[in-house]
T-cell receptor
């Protein structure tokens, strides 16, 4: 099993450019998440999804959009990149028990630099 | 509001036992998880506590006291490979997602 796969692994963008980060999981998990991690800090939730066709905002959603058209995929879009979005982005998925997330499986991360 | 507190750094020697504490203040509570992250790597899941008490998984144990809004991760028989950052995470929002603490950097010395 591949687990959670993120593409690309590295990317450099110019301010104002757009891009989409792709996340795919093969564990049949209902819940999927996008977090960002800045140097020396914890992870902050951007958006999440509790099922196909559903999305919700997390702690830091501004400047990002997401889509979950298929259960196994969760896409994160940056419409107009800003230097403040330079970060490492982690996708995660979780199975749920009684509607509760249990524990996350993370992808390997996307290191994004906006210049 | 939501807040989680952990010590920023902990240092211990190989073979020792170390405890990493986590206190939290959240609007709801459905569980406490711990994750390990090596430099440049992704976080990996270590443990999950939904009820009070101690959960043991090999050299690692995790404890939860919901009445005290407190938990800890206990690492025994420390090895050099345990040098990493450790994050506690609390599940709120009806248990749908986790809020992460700032992380504790553990350095294991020979």
């Amino acid at each position: 099993n591949a687990g959670v796969t993120q593409t690309p692994k590295f990317r450099v963008l110019k301010t104002g450019q757009s891009m989409t980060l792709l996340c795919a999981q093969d564990m049949n998990h209902e819940y999927m998440y996008w977090y960002r991690q800045d140097p020396g800090m914890g992870l902050r939730l951007i958006h999440y999804s509790v099922g196909e066709g559903t999305t919700a905002k997390g702690e830091v959603p501004d400047g990002y959009n997401v889509s979950r058209l298929k259960k196994q995929n969760f896409l994160l879009g940056l419409e107009s990149a800003a230097p403040s979005q330079t970060s490492v982005y982690f996708c995660a998925s979780s199975y749920s028990t009684g509607g509760f997330a249990y524990g996350y499986t993370f992808g390997s991360g996307t290191r994004l630099t906006v210049v | 509001g939501q807040s989680l507190e952990q010590p920023s750094e902990v240092t211990a020697v190989e073979g020792a036992i170390v405890q990493i504490n986590c206190t939290y203040q959240t609007s709801g509570f459905y569980g406490l998880s711990w994750y390990q992250q090596h430099d440049g790597g992704a976080p990996t899941f270590l443990s999950y506590n939904a009820l009070d008490g101690l959960e043991e998984t090999g050299r690692f144990s995790s404890f939860l006291s919901r009445s005290d809004s407190y938990g800890y991760l206990l690492l025994q028989e420390l090895q050099m490979k345990d040098s990493a950052s450790y994050f506690c995470a609390v599940s709120d929002n009806y248990g749908q997602n986790f809020v992460f603490g700032p992380g504790t950097r553990l350095s294991v010395l020979p």
